[in-house]
């Protein structure tokens, strides 16, 4: 049977309320404590089993032998995904950040890199992969052995057995996207935000999205090429078809967090490309994906079925 595995980055995110960032050399009391599963594998696996329970979903990476681990595996498990291609570490501790949450302000993360800097071509459990699988790898620029070199080896190797595969990044102010470029050519879908998606395709005019996606199809991409941004959605497929969504206008007070609605977006775009659905539908289950997850303050929290989303919707 057909999956989409999400493999890459499984985190822990142990989430602190303050009442006020301090300045330097300040204290602040830390006022609660919870922890909640984080990174690509959780966000994007998780939001997949709501959005579409029919869809089997698998994960795959590290985590430790540790408390954190089990809280992580736990998690993914309770969401109906197939765990069974997580790794345990022997020695490195499961990846945690850190977030300094103000109450209706900005959050502060501090990430340890952990199990999953380890993860790599020698851990990825290439066995469970099946022709006709997608497979999304990520997150680029925060993985440590894939993005030195795993992370293309991994891609080559799994459109050597068929799979179709795509990538997800994290938004970084650097020059290391040019690792991300050379594993283009083995990427059959990529969705980023309009900011990864001008970097990767050093593009002079950011705001042109679709010189931007046909730059990125130059560079190699296979299928189709899924840019979001603040006005909405935009794809451009190898045919040449290219297709715009604008975002929804949602009503004041709506937006509770920004968290996760990338991931989300990715989660429902990969759904619709798997269904077969046409670009229009898949960018709008994209959308409908993130709206969900701005509904909520944590990553997961706000996802539903789809045709509740839909109900959400301002009329």
Request: glycine residues 14%; contains cysteine.
């Amino acid at each position: 049977m057909r999956k989409i595995v999400v493999a890459g980055s499984i985190i822990v995110d142990r989430i602190n309320e303050i009442g006020a960032y301090p300045g330097q050399g300040e204290l602040t009391q830390i006022r609660s404590v919870s922890r909640a599963p984080g990174g690509l594998v959780p966000n994007t696996g998780r939001d997949m089993r709501i959005l579409a329970p029919e869809v089997p979903v698998a994960a795959f990476g590290m985590v430790g032998g540790d408390d954190d681990g089990r809280f992580a595996t736990g998690a993914l498990a309770a969401s109906g995904i197939d765990v069974s291609g997580v790794a345990v570490s022997r020695g490195a501790a499961t990846s945690f950040t850190d977030v300094m949450s103000v109450p209706g302000g900005e959050r502060t993360f501090f990430t340890f890199p952990g199990a999953s800097a380890a993860w790599g071509y020698d851990e990825f459990p290439f066995d469970r992969v099946s022709q006709g699988d997608i497979v999304l790898l990520g997150y680029f620029l925060l993985l440590e052995k894939v993005d030195a070199g795993d992370g293309l080896r991994i891609l080559r190797e799994l459109k050597s057995r068929g799979a179709m595969t795509a990538i997800d990044l994290v938004t970084e102010n650097s020059d290391r996207y040019s690792l991300v470029r050379e594993c283009l050519p083995f990427v059959d879908f990529l969705v980023v935000n309009e900011t990864e998606a001008a970097r990767l395709a050093d593009a002079a005019d950011a705001a042109d999205l679709r010189s931007v996606a046909d730059a990125l199809l130059g560079l190699g991409v296979r299928e189709r090429v899924v840019i979001h941004h603040p006005g909405g959605a935009v794809s451009l497929s190898r045919d040449g078809a290219w297709t715009e969504r604008p975002a929804v206008k949602l009503p004041p007070g709506f937006i509770k967090g920004k968290t996760g609605a990338g991931d989300a977006f990715c989660a429902g775009t990969l759904i619709g490309i798997f269904k077969g659905l046409p670009d229009g539908e898949t960018l709008e289950l994209g959308t409908l994906a993130a709206v969900g997850a701005l509904s909520a303050p944590g990553a997961t929290d706000g996802m539903r079925p789809i045709d509740e989303l839909r109900r959400m919707l301002p009329s």
